[in-house]
């Protein structure tokens, strides 16, 4: 409901956007197919044969729209598809609930302002664009079991691909929810010849698409996700790492934003919207005793079952009763233990809640004259679009189409036998969202660079990039370093002054940047805004200091001493002190810092503050 702007902001967002734009890069033959060679490039292009799926068939949409427009316009295009494919698929399923096109359209609406569906779609998760597909997966599976469709596999089989290829939460969950909507669905026949093999035969032949689309799928994924084997998270994650990243109940229906506990906002008008369902539907089995009145009983009830069920595994360690539900999902079900956001189990949410709406709906109808349900629909629908209004904050994010700094390396790479390879400062891990900055400006100039941006990071790049290579975070290069680099092929460095937070260094960015500026191997090319880059150069080269006005280190770091490892120390409150509070030591106590890396540079000191008369 605030639309604030943004420039550049790094996220999730600009690296999905990255894997899109080298989808279409693929398609017009300008980076070889499967090739990712732009980032985690430490050598040759030929080792960064990647073969995947790269967000199969969203990126397709991607690459449509970008052939007629800029990234930013296919960007937003390929994600209002999105939501209104969500929209569609969910109208559908509900229409098949209802004869009545209002409380259908309700449902779908409701699909498509759940706060969630936003969150995740403009957070740049992979999980926004594939939520789509859970409505779709419903769909098919529910023509394919009640109507004996084939057609109906084929959707449900085709949309449990496209999850695969899409965002393994989705997947993971999508194929959970199959042989439980299978159920479901059944519950919902007319009749069912339970006698006649033929009876098991046509439905077994409805459902064979989906079941050779969820192999396929199966295969897709291990391929997707075979790199983790090779990484920390091959054996789960542990509880408290999923802690970290677990939502608590408050943020059910908090009006406010706190931490991600935000992301479950389930609001009050669903929840009074399910109770009323169940119980006038109870109403109605108790009264008319006919089975299609106890069948939509029996649904409505197994809704709000699962809906329950759902919420309980997203609080994860912190659902009810300590969270014995999440603890035993992980036991039972494979791969569970994998799941570090328990709040991604959201993604079924929207397509079951709109079902559940139309079901309310629908029971409330038939107490109520035509132009009084025709009321109640609209203040539903008017209910919801107010409340998730509040819940929706979205940003207006700019982004570049060129920089004079990632532009002077290409220009000056084309005397070179080399194509242009950059290593990008701040050096990270390769889990930090800050590269996805990285990664737009180098796809403007297809420049490969030693940086990437990924979840799971290979031991293997920690070792041979990270580790020797940290040093240059303070613009510490030494001779050998420089030559390693080009070996490599790597000609180049480039600062981002502004994505240069306290963890990169316990100094500022202005020491780094001189650093570079005065290093006898290092040679200025070009700035452009808080972007600086330079050219290693084979010797070294007599230059005129560039930053003699810059002659002191002042420290990013404050390690208050109450914050540190304590032994034997006594806390003490105190108002006139630094931070508010004091360690008295005596006798043999002792305090303890963490180890600070800070390489090669001149005249380093510790400024201790302490009181007292104390040695």
């Given at each position: 409901?605030?639309?604030?702007?943004?420039?550049?902001?790094?996220?999730?967002?600009?690296?999905?956007?990255?894997?899109?734009?080298?989808?279409?890069?693929?398609?017009?033959?300008?980076?070889?197919?499967?090739?990712?060679?732009?980032?985690?490039?430490?050598?040759?292009?030929?080792?960064?044969?990647?073969?995947?799926?790269?967000?199969?068939?969203?990126?397709?949409?991607?690459?449509?729209?970008?052939?007629?427009?800029?990234?930013?316009?296919?960007?937003?295009?390929?994600?209002?598809?999105?939501?209104?494919?969500?929209?569609?698929?969910?109208?559908?399923?509900?229409?098949?609930?209802?004869?009545h096109d209002g409380i259908?359209?309700?449902?779908?609406?409701?699909?498509?302002?759940?706060?969630?569906?936003?969150?995740?779609?403009?957070?740049g998760s992979p999980a926004?664009?594939?939520?789509?597909?859970?409505?779709?997966?419903?769909?098919?599976?529910?023509?394919?079991?009640?109507?004996?469709?084939?057609?109906?596999?084929?959707?449900?089989?085709?949309?449990?691909?496209?999850?695969?290829?899409?965002?393994?939460?989705?997947?993971?969950?999508?194929?959970?929810?199959?042989?439980?909507?299978?159920?479901?669905?059944?519950?919902?026949?007319?009749?069912?010849?339970?006698?006649?093999?033929?009876?098991?035969?046509?439905?077994?032949?409805?459902?064979?698409p989906v079941v050779l689309?969820?192999?396929?799928?199966?295969?897709?994924?291990?391929?997707?996700?075979?790199?983790?084997?090779?990484?920390?998270?091959?054996?789960?994650?542990?509880?408290?790492?999923?802690?970290?990243?677990?939502?608590?109940?408050?943020?059910?229906?908090?009006?406010?934003?706190?931490?991600?506990?935000?992301?479950?906002?389930?609001?009050?008008?669903?929840?009074?919207?399910?109770?009323?369902?169940?119980?006038?539907?109870?109403?109605?089995?108790?009264?008319?005793?006919?089975?299609?009145?106890?069948?939509?009983?029996?649904?409505?009830?197994?809704?709000?079952?699962?809906?329950?069920?759902?919420?309980?595994?997203?609080?994860?360690?912190?659902?009810?009763?300590?969270?014995?539900?999440?603890?035993?999902?992980?036991?039972?079900?494979?791969?569970?233990?994998?799941?570090?956001?328990?709040?991604?189990?959201?993604?079924?949410?929207?397509?079951?809640?709109?079902?559940?709406?139309?079901?309310?709906?629908?029971?409330?109808?038939?107490?109520?004259?035509?132009?009084?349900?025709?009321?109640?629909?609209?203040?539903?629908?008017?209910?919801?679009?107010?409340?998730?209004?509040?819940?929706?904050?979205?940003?207006?994010?700019?982004?570049?189409?060129?920089?004079?700094?990632?532009?002077?390396?290409?220009?000056?790479?084309?005397?070179?036998?080399?194509?242009?390879?950059?290593?990008?400062?701040?050096?990270?891990?390769?889990?930090?969202?800050?590269?996805?900055?990285?990664?737009?400006?180098?796809?403007?100039?297809?420049?490969?660079?030693?940086?990437?941006?990924?979840?799971?990071?290979?031991?293997?790049?920690?070792?041979?990039?990270?580790?020797?290579?940290?040093?240059?975070?303070?613009?510490?290069?030494?001779?050998?370093?420089?030559?390693?680099?080009?070996?490599?092929?790597?000609?180049?460095?480039?600062?981002?002054?502004?994505?240069?937070?306290?963890?990169?260094?316990?100094?500022?960015?202005?020491?780094?940047?001189?650093?570079?500026?005065?290093?006898?191997?290092?040679?200025?090319?070009?700035?452009?805004?808080?972007?600086?880059?330079?050219?290693?150069?084979?010797?070294?080269?007599?230059?005129?200091?560039?930053?003699?006005?810059?002659?002191?280190?002042?420290?990013?770091?404050?390690?208050?001493?109450?914050?540190?490892?304590?032994?034997?120390?006594?806390?003490?409150?105190?108002?006139?002190?630094?931070?508010?509070?004091?360690?008295?030591?005596?006798?043999?106590?002792?305090?303890?810092?963490?180890?600070?890396?800070?390489?090669?540079?001149?005249?380093?000191?510790?400024?201790?503050?302490?009181?007292?008369?104390?040695?």
């Open positions: 409901n605030q639309l604030a702007s943004v420039h550049m902001m790094a996220g999730d967002h600009l690296q999905f956007m990255y894997y899109m734009w080298i989808f279409s890069d693929y398609l017009s033959g300008q980076t070889p197919w499967f090739h990712n060679v732009y980032e985690f490039n430490t050598d040759h292009d030929a080792d960064r044969y990647r073969p995947g799926s790269y967000y199969f068939p969203f990126s397709l949409g991607f690459s449509a729209f970008y052939a007629v427009g800029n990234r930013a316009f296919a960007w937003n295009m390929i994600s209002l598809a999105t939501l209104w494919l969500a929209a569609y698929a969910t109208w559908r399923l509900c229409r098949r609930y209802t004869d259908a359209a309700t449902g779908a609406l409701l699909a498509l302002l759940f706060p969630y569906q936003w969150i995740q779609l403009y957070g926004g664009f594939g939520m789509a597909l859970i409505p779709v997966l419903l769909l098919g599976l529910d023509r394919a079991v009640r109507d004996e469709r084939m057609a109906g596999g084929w959707i449900a089989g085709v949309a449990l691909l496209s999850a695969s290829m899409t965002d393994t939460h989705v997947f993971f969950f999508g194929a959970l929810m199959v042989p439980c909507w299978c159920i479901v669905a059944f519950t919902q026949r007319k009749d069912f010849a339970w006698r006649k093999v033929v009876s098991y035969l046509r439905l077994a032949l409805a459902l064979s689309m969820a192999v396929l799928a199966y295969l897709q994924a291990q391929l997707g996700t075979r790199h983790i084997k090779q990484t920390a998270s091959a054996g789960g994650r542990k509880i408290s790492e999923v802690a970290l990243f677990s939502p608590k109940a408050d943020g059910l229906f908090a009006w406010h934003e706190i931490d991600v506990s935000y992301h479950i906002y389930f609001g009050f008008l669903i929840t009074a919207l399910l109770l009323a369902g169940f119980v006038t539907w109870l109403i109605h089995a108790s009264k008319k005793r006919d089975r299609a009145t106890w069948q939509i009983c029996a649904l409505m009830s197994m809704l709000v079952l699962g809906v329950s069920g759902i919420v309980l595994l997203a609080l994860g360690p912190f659902s009810p009763f300590e969270g014995r539900a999440f603890t035993a999902a992980r036991k039972f079900i494979p791969n569970y233990t994998m799941i570090r956001q328990t709040a991604k189990i959201y993604v079924l949410l929207p397509a079951l809640l709109a079902l559940g709406v139309t079901l309310t709906l629908t029971g409330l109808k038939a107490w109520l004259p035509r132009r009084l349900a025709g009321l109640l629909v609209v203040v539903v629908a008017m209910g919801f679009a107010v409340e998730y209004y509040f819940q929706s904050k979205l940003l207006l994010g700019f982004i570049d189409d060129q920089n004079g700094a990632y532009a002077a390396v290409a220009d000056d790479a084309k005397s070179m036998t080399d194509p242009a390879h950059v290593v990008v400062v701040p050096l990270w891990p390769g889990d930090s969202h800050y590269t996805s900055v990285y990664q737009h400006y180098v796809s403007l100039y297809r420049i490969r660079m030693i940086n990437g941006y990924r979840p799971f990071v290979p031991k293997e790049y920690i070792d041979s990039v990270f580790t020797p290579f940290r040093s240059i975070n303070h613009g510490v290069l030494s001779d050998g370093q420089i030559d390693d680099l080009l070996r490599r092929g790597i000609h180049f460095v480039i600062l981002h002054e502004d994505l240069f937070p306290e963890k990169v260094s316990p100094f500022p960015v202005t020491t780094t940047l001189r650093n570079l500026l005065e290093h006898p191997r290092v040679t200025f090319l070009a700035q452009d805004g808080p972007v600086w880059s330079f050219r290693l150069e084979p010797a070294a080269v007599a230059r005129a200091p560039l930053a003699q006005a810059w002659p002191y280190h002042f420290p990013a770091r404050r390690l208050e001493a109450e914050r540190q490892d304590n032994n034997g120390g006594k806390r003490m409150d105190d108002p006139a002190a630094s931070g508010g509070r004091y360690v008295v030591l005596s006798n043999d106590a002792s305090l303890a810092t963490s180890p600070l890396f800070a390489p090669m540079l001149p005249n380093l000191r510790w400024a201790l503050r302490a009181r007292g008369q104390g040695e």
